[in-house]
């Protein structure tokens, strides 16, 4: 089936400190990719995104890299900031539907 | 930045009242969606619209009741619900596929729905 899997949270880091949030996904066809981050008492917002295969998204210091042969789509930063504390979900498409299917989250919080 | 509007931001309401929720988009887009997200769950897929019909009603109880008279706008019907229903209630838009399944959605601020 059509699923996206995210590492359980929470993830606590210090400042400057590197990130890795893990997603992985099934699918058949060739799904878009996406991050989004939910910050406290707001709605999801778009992080980045990769369309195809070996696509690297990137924003605001934040990259992933869309991995067919791992169906990973990996999110890292090399230096968290404490503004970076949010919820992080990892989504997906399928091909020709309006469906996306999210995974269930991950909450960072970062500490001064 | 977001060109997704939801009013009210707060509700609260008894398991007898009728209320709806506005969505309001900005973008031009022509699907609209609502999602509910309840805590330590994956958001839930509730319905689709594309040019205002709706292709996508995910088994969601009839107490819910969506309308979508335009593609700009979508609202969400609410009467007799439970105490379970309580959670926040997101509205995102897209373009259609066709971009072959590559669009983006973009999320209103949320209503949180808190039912007594």
């Known amino acids: 089936g059509n699923s996206v899997t995210q590492m359980e949270g929470p993830v606590t880091l210090s400042e400057e400190a590197f990130l890795t949030i893990n997603c992985t996904y099934t699918a058949t066809g060739y799904p878009s990719l996406f991050w989004y981050v939910q910050y406290p008492g707001e709605g999801l917002q778009l992080l980045l995104k990769a369309t195809k295969a070996d696509d690297k998204g990137s924003n605001k210091g934040f990259e992933a890299t869309y991995r067919k042969e791992t169906t990973s789509f990996h999110l890292e930063k090399g230096s968290v900031q404490v503004s970076d504390s949010a919820v992080y979900f990892c989504a997906r498409t399928t091909s020709g539907t309006y469906k996306y299917i999210f995974g269930t989250g991950t909450r960072l919080k970062v500490l001064a | 930045e977001t060109g997704v509007t939801q009013t009210p931001r707060h509700l609260v309401m008894g398991m007898t009242n009728k209320k709806s929720l506005k969505c309001e988009q900005h973008?031009?887009?022509?699907?609209m969606y609502w999602y509910k997200q309840s805590a330590k769950k994956p958001l839930e897929l509730m319905f689709v619209y594309n040019f205002k019909e709706q292709t996508e009603n995910n088994s969601v109880p009839s107490r819910f009741s969506p309308e979508c008279p335009n593609s700009s706008h979508l609202f969400l019907h609410l009467h007799t619900l439970q105490p379970e229903d309580s959670a926040l209630y997101l509205c995102?838009?897209?373009?259609?596929?066709?971009?072959?399944?590559?669009?983006?959605?973009?999320f209103g601020p949320g209503t949180r729905l808190t039912v007594l």
């Open positions: 995102a838009s897209s373009q259609t596929p066709l971009e072959g399944g590559k669009g983006t959605q973009y």
């Open positions: 973008l031009g887009h022509n699907a």
